[in-house]
């Protein structure tokens, strides 16, 4: 396991940015909402964007107002449980609406303006694994889940889904999002659900399930989005994407055994994560910590996916390992292994750890984005956040 803080490494070479030009995107949509209704939504939406605006502009728009929701969490329902105004939840609803609208939109842009690059593709679902927790964070919020088992598990249940797919676009070079996914009918059903929240109030979801349908048990509405929630990863998204690479590398007459090494970190960080946040020496759950973790494993998360998806533009080996993930793997020994033994840490140094552990890991996180995108920038002879002359030209051809 070897992490590193060198600068050097950290850098891009000349040989290294070459396979940028070499590089196609590809993707396969087989979403029908997207295909057939949505599709048509966001070409109206990209006639509105005047031809100056550069993509990563309106993909940074588009993440703004998920900040804004984090913000309004914070501001309104800190203990994630509330109730809230009415207008909260549907600012929610409106929020992640206008970020998933955006996020389709700017590819859009790009090809309209002539700007399309690798660094449009980094940007996009860099922003994209920045979202996982936050969302996750929101959603969290809007059910009243509160800092609870089950509220962490909303929060973070996505950064599962979004490394597994980055692990199998790396591996099989194409994109592919099924007939049922999460950047469409994930997005659809939370909205709708934030829209029941700021309707009948976050309280709805403590409804018994028998008193909507004649079934018996104990469950509430609650539960059964929770077990909708894993079964999606468990049963629609984790096995195609297993699936999908090993179809690519049989096709190019390569082992799949070895490619199961590159899942080790993501299970270690898992592992770790769920040994943290179920010790009873820890309290991001009980002293309602969730918001603080969610915002730092925002930044480390998508330090990871970022580091994958540039070693796949720039045809570089699969980066397992990475030194943001040293924090979250050493929490569960510094606040459950040492306290069992009656050594070192307390609850005292819990929360400047994780404040520590946000610092870091955004510190860390905006150095390497902003050094990457200046390679890259300076490689292709384009902009980050505005649209070159040549672009335009390129356009008009």
């Known amino acids: 396991m070897a992490f590193s803080l060198d600068k050097r490494k950290e850098m891009l070479s000349t040989d290294v940015l070459s396979n940028l030009r070499s590089y196609k995107y590809s993707s396969v949509d087989k979403s029908y909402i997207s295909q057939h209704i949505l599709r048509h939504y966001w070409n109206y939406v990209a006639e509105f964007m005047p031809p100056w605006l550069a993509p990563n502009v309106i993909t940074l728009i588009g993440f703004a107002f998920i900040y804004t929701n984090v913000v309004c969490v914070i501001a309104y329902v800190p203990d994630l449980v509330g109730p809230g105004p009415a207008w909260l939840y549907y600012s929610f609803a409106a929020g992640l ?10 590819g859009k842009q790009a090809r309209k303006t002539g700007s399309s690059s690798p660094l449009g593709e980094l940007f996009d679902h860099g922003i994209d694994s920045l979202n996982c927790t936050l969302g996750g964070l929101i959603e969290c919020a809007c059910m009243g889940l509160g800092p609870t088992g089950v509220g962490a598990f909303i929060t973070m249940v996505s950064c599962l889904a979004m490394y597994f797919s980055t692990w199998e676009t790396y591996h099989t070079h194409t994109l592919f999002l099924g007939y049922i996914n999460g950047p469409t009918e994930g997005i659809i059903i939370a909205v709708l659900l934030m829209v029941v929240s700021g309707i009948f109030g976050p309280e709805v979801w403590l409804t018994p399930v028998a008193d909507v349908v004649p079934l018996g048990g104990d469950w509430i509405l609650r539960d059964v989005f929770v077990v909708v929630v894993a079964l999606a990863f468990v049963v629609l998204h984790l096995p195609f994407c297993v699936y999908n690479v090993y179809q690519a590398r049989r096709r190019a007459g390569l082992p799949f055994a070895p490619l199961v090494l590159d899942l080790v970190p993501i299970s270690v960080c898992t592992l770790a994560t769920f040994l943290y946040l179920n010790s009873p020496y820890a309290t991001v759950l009980t002293h309602n910590h ?15 996916t970022t580091k994958i998806i540039l070693a796949h533009l720039t045809k570089q080996p699969f ?3 990475t030194i943001v993930m040293v924090p979250l793997i050493a929490a569960p020994v510094l606040f459950d292994a040492l306290p069992r033994l009656g050594l070192g840490f307390t609850t005292f140094f819990e929360v400047p750890y994780l404040v520590a552990y946000l610092l870091f890991a955004a510190g ?3 150095w390497w984005a902003a050094a990457v995108i200046n390679a890259i920038c300076g490689y292709l002879d384009i902009n980050c956040f505005t649209i070159k002359s040549h672009d335009l030209s390129k356009r008009n051809k």
């Open 364 to 366: 860390y996180f905006l």
């Open 290 to 304: 969730l918001v603080l973790f969610a915002l730092a494993t925002s930044f480390a998360f998508g330090r990871v």
């Open 319 to 321: 980066p397992r390992w």
């Open 97 to 106: 609406w206008l970020y998933s609208t955006m996020d389709n939109v700017d």
